[in-house]
């Protein structure tokens, strides 16, 4: 039996895929150089961008929660 946060965790794993997706074909070329800028950035930033998206993520899944 599924919980349904597992369900809801797996509903945002898809619509994480989609957006992703979209954007793959919409905009090839701007995701490449995207990726390349990503590689030539430094580990901290990458972090730091990492930490604060998480947090923000969290913070709206609390609001919308609430």
Same mark, same amino acid.
């Given at each position: 039996? !599924? ?11 898809? /619509? ?6 979209? /954007? ?8 490449? !150089? ?12 990458? !972090? ?10 969290? /913070?709206? /899944? ?5």
């Amino acid at each position: 039996m !599924r919980s349904i946060a597992f369900a809801d965790f797996l509903i945002g794993l898809g /619509i994480l895929f989609v957006l992703e997706g979209l /954007i793959f074909a919409a905009s090839p070329t701007w995701m490449r !150089r995207a990726m390349k800028s990503a590689l030539a950035t430094p580990d901290n930033v990458l !972090r730091v961008v990492g930490i604060g998206s998480a947090i923000g993520g969290l /913070i709206l /899944i609390w609001l919308v929660r609430r």
